[in-house]
């Protein structure tokens, strides 16, 4: 059983950094490249903010996240991370991982709450 699962999002001041942790279970982690996605309340589609391939090689990001949010993985703990710094009301949203891979198919995770607010 696939299973995908999001922690340490929270409330933080403006200017605060939290750490999320995206760890997988029930699928071969290194095979599989990371994204992680935000959406807004009442927003339908979950923007995408950064990914890393599987064996961590290739990074990109959007350039509303560049040089605040980094992306990391440890394929030895099955776990992937965003490391979010000089956060922004405007980065309130849920937060979701999802594992890519073409030939295997997705999964998502449940998603965490992060709030930015003073």
């Known amino acids: 059983q696939v299973s995908l699962v999001e922690s340490g999002g929270g409330l933080v001041q403006p200017g605060g950094s939290l750490r999320l942790s995206c760890k997988a279970s029930?699928?071969?982690?290194?095979?599989?490249?990371i994204g992680w996605y935000r959406q807004v309340p009442g927003q339908q589609q979950r923007e995408l903010l950064a990914?890393?391939?599987?064996?961590?090689?290739?990074?990109w990001y959007i350039d509303s996240v560049k040089g605040r949010f980094t992306i990391s993985r440890d394929n030895t703990e099955n776990t992937a991370y965003l490391q979010m710094d000089s956060l922004k009301p405007e980065d309130t949203a849920t937060y979701y991982c999802?594992?890519?891979?073409?030939?295997?198919?997705?999964?998502w995770g449940q998603g965490t709450q992060v709030t930015v607010s003073s």
């Open positions: 999802k594992a890519l891979n073409p030939n295997r198919g997705d999964h």
């Open positions: 029930g699928i071969p982690f290194d095979v599989y490249g």
């Open positions: 990914t890393i391939s599987a064996k961590g090689g290739r990074i």
